[in-house]
């Protein structure tokens, strides 16, 4: 679709603080469970227009432009900034969420209740909880007149959850026009406090932004064998072939690699807690769970990891197969691909072929530049008791869509966190929410940054 400009006629005065809980609710709401086929996944067009709308109410001029496959809706919003000279800041974020079972539940997964001081629902930190902090930001801004010291471009995105194919990938491959004049993007998996305690006693928020990023790659392993009788001896077999490359695959430990990242993560934790991170250190597991439920992403980021995750054969009982299937999850350390790859050929052997269903390259920048400090400057005016600090997500986003266009990406979603929250596992699991009290953190650390990026 093209372009729309309704923009209400005389602007209403927004302030973010006020309805950024609203706003989070109402996202959460509209059900936009990404299942991975187009069949069945829904609702980012109704929600794609909803944010439309919300921005025309206070005088943006958006586009909305759908990314491959019908309802599959994006849309974009400029604020101009004071010196269009620099590069344009990409504030992004995406509007699907994994699917949820209702049952398994303490509320409805779509409910966006606000009960007990958080914010409820699928997607309440992946990521509908930045969605409706730029949102409410966007709207305070055009309806304030406030002008930021570059361009930002705000972009309300599809299908992160599968990768982008029909999202950011799609995007930045056909409509790469949409970005341009950005150098720099912020979006997701960051900023998020994590509570250590120092030798003194005292406790101190270190705000993890994410500077680096696993290669994804969701791998097919295909064993393809003589059918038979079941009954038979049968010394081909091709589920026999597929279940030990499998089995080897899921046992393998891949090599440890610290990757820059997470070397000035490691240092920076130790600057300040005194535990010892040395890669050769024997007790390197022990200090990663003093990290508590955040050790489960650092540690994955040490070293690949390829975990199956589905498998496909047979149609009965007393039939050999002629093909056996399996789906394995890849994450890859930045600088590892080849010889990942090669490692994975060594293991499943010359009986089981493998194919690149989705690949994403792995992403790295460096921690430092005007943009770095203006995030630390922004947490420091709202958090004393806080630094930023560099680290690797084990999993993948779409800056890995936008990096490919030579823009410089960062995950920076500040919360202040409760210390005794198990953020990690909020992250696709059951009973997803969002303090109440981070997100209007947030977007006070937002509205700072933004105003001096």
């Given amino acids: 679709m093209s372009s729309a400009d309704h923009p209400h006629p005389d602007p209403v005065p927004t302030t973010a603080l006020d309805e950024v809980v609203d706003l989070v609710s109402a996202l959460i ?18 929600c794609a ?29 400029t604020l101009p900034g004071s010196d269009p000279s620099r590069g344009t800041l990409l504030i992004h974020g995406h509007l699907d969420v994994v699917p949820a079972e209702p049952a398994d539940w303490s509320v409805h997964p779509f409910s966006g209740a606000v009960e007990d001081g958080y914010v409820w629902g699928r997607g309440a930190i992946d990521m509908k909880d930045m969605v409706g902090m730029a949102l409410a930001l966007a709207r305070q801004f055009k ?23 029909y999202g950011s990938q799609w995007l930045v491959e056909h409509r790469p026009d949409l970005f341009e004049g950005v150098t ?5 998996v960051g900023g998020f406090s994590l509570t250590v305690a120092r030798p003194d006693g005292t406790e101190k928020r270190l705000y993890m932004v994410e500077t680096a990023e696993k290669g994804l790659g969701w791998m097919k392993l295909t064993a393809k064998a003589r059918a038979g009788h079941g009954s038979f001896l049968h010394e081909e077999n091709a589920v026999t072939y597929l279940a030990e490359a499998v089995a080897k695959l899921g046992n393998h430990t891949f090599p440890l690699v610290i990757s820059d990242s997470v070397a000035e993560f490691f240092a920076a934790v130790a600057e300040e807690t005194g535990l010892d991170f040395d890669p050769k250190s024997p007790d390197l597991d022990g200090s990663l769970l003093k990290l508590g439920s955040i050790a489960r992403i650092v540690g994955a980021t040490l070293r690949d990891t390829a975990n199956p995750t589905m498998l496909k054969a047979g149609y009965k009982a007393n039939v050999i197969p002629q093909t056996a299937e399996a789906m394995i999850d890849c994450r890859v350390v930045p600088g590892r691909q080849a010889a990942f790859e090669r490692e994975v050929d060594e293991l499943i052997g010359p009986n089981v072929e493998r194919e690149w269903v989705t690949k994403l390259d792995s992403y790295e920048t460096t921690f430092d530049g005007h943009l ?25 986003t779409d800056a890995k869509a936008f990096a490919r266009l030579g823009i410089r990406c960062f995950g920076f979603a500040p919360l ?8 990690a ?20 650390v937002l509205e700072h940054f933004l105003l001096h990026s």
């Fill in 425 to 444: 596992a909020l992250f696709h699991g059951v009973d997803e929410r969002v303090p109440v009290s981070s997100l209007k953190f947030g977007t006070q």
């Fill in 29 to 46: 709401r509209f059900d936009t469970s990404n299942t991975g086929e187009l069949e069945t996944t829904k609702g980012e067009k109704e």
């Fill in 372 to 396: 770095v400090d203006a995030m630390n400057d922004a947490i420091l005016a709202h958090d004393e008791n806080g630094r930023t600090v560099p680290y690797m997500l084990s999993g993948g």
């Fill in 184 to 188: 720099e993007a912020v979006g997701e």
């Fill in 49 to 77: 227009e909803w944010v439309a709308q919300k921005l025309h109410e206070v005088g943006y001029k958006t586009e909305y432009v759908e990314s491959g496959a019908p309802g599959r809706g994006n849309v974009f919003a």
């Fill in 143 to 165: 309806s304030n007149g406030t002008v930021p010291p570059r361009n930002i471009l705000f972009a309300f995105l599809a299908d992160e959850e599968n990768g982008g194919k």
């Fill in 416 to 423: 202040k966190l409760p210390p005794e929250l198990d953020f």
